[in-house]
């Protein structure tokens, strides 16, 4: 989750708030569909890691977007 959180910072900061959150759940269901559909337990594990990849990156966009729009107690 680590990754998925520098990965999408940066591209939270170009790309803009809503394509970076789009592109991390198309990651995370790509991540699914991979688990769902492995015949060994290394893609199982590459499925899970990129689920891991596309969650981290969903909660980072989501922390920018409240930040973005909120400030102090309303946050």
Do not use: N, P
């Not at 591209?11 to 769902?36: M, P």
């Not at 990156?57 to 400030?71: F, L, P, S």
Request: glycine share 12%; net charge positive.
């Amino acid at each position: 989750m680590l990754i998925g959180e520098l990965i999408s910072g940066v591209v939270a900061d170009r790309l803009g708030r809503r394509k970076a959150l789009a592109l991390c759940v198309l990651v995370f269901v790509l991540g699914a569909l991979i688990c769902w559909a492995s015949a060994s337990h290394s893609a199982l594990l590459l499925g899970r890691a990129l689920q891991g990849v596309g969650a981290a990156g969903q909660k980072i966009c989501t922390r920018a977007i409240i930040r973005d729009r909120y400030c102090g107690a309303a946050m």
